[in-house]
């Protein structure tokens, strides 16, 4: 049996931390999330925090959303920081106020809702940031109500009188 030199057994241990830091930091920089702007009304302890007439949103200088009442935006960011530009028009015919807003988003979240009236007002992060959860597609009934034999298979067809 061939003995393996020192440094041989250390160039490999080096590679291979040096490959689990590049995949954990990959898993950092690169983990992408989708962005949900709400433009809902929140009851947040009591007190009732409106939404304004009218928020345009910029990301990258971009424009992806023009959110009225109880609308809804999207944006993908790639990493944990997230960058916005808000231009905020309280009144109908009012005049625009400009406000940009930065966030860490967190690692564990996929889909992130941040409710801008909340985010706006200065609550606390579980005020505005909520975690997107789709809705299980409901099964359709047939109105065919089948019959049961003694191993649970459903049949729709009548059992014929012997």
């Not at 291979?16 to 950092?28: D, E, G, H, N, R």
């Not at 106020?97 to 909340?118: C, H």
């Not at 409901?138 to 014929?160: C, I």
Request: glycine letters at 8%; hydrophobic letters at 35%; proline letters at 4%.
């Amino acid at each position: 049996m061939k003995k393996i030199p020192m440094r041989t057994v250390l160039f490999r241990v080096g590679a291979v931390l040096l490959l689990a830091v590049i995949a954990y930091s990959m898993t950092i920089i690169g983990r992408g999330h989708t962005v949900y702007m709400d433009s809902k009304r929140l009851d947040y302890n009591g007190q009732i925090y409106e939404t304004p007439y009218k928020v345009v949103v910029y990301v990258n200088d971009e424009q992806v959303a023009k959110l009225y009442d109880k609308e809804r935006g999207m944006s993908i960011c790639t990493g944990q920081k997230f960058a916005m530009t808000l231009e905020i028009t309280q009144k109908k015919g009012g005049t625009e106020e400009t406000q940009e807003v930065s966030l860490t988003l967190p690692r564990n979240m996929d889909g992130i809702i941040l409710n801008l009236p909340a985010l706006l007002a200065g609550l606390p992060e579980d005020a505005y940031l909520s975690e997107f959860v789709s809705a299980p597609e409901e099964e359709e009934e047939t109105g065919d109500e089948g019959m049961t034999d003694e191993f649970g298979l459903t049949t729709t067809e009548e059992l014929s009188a012997e």
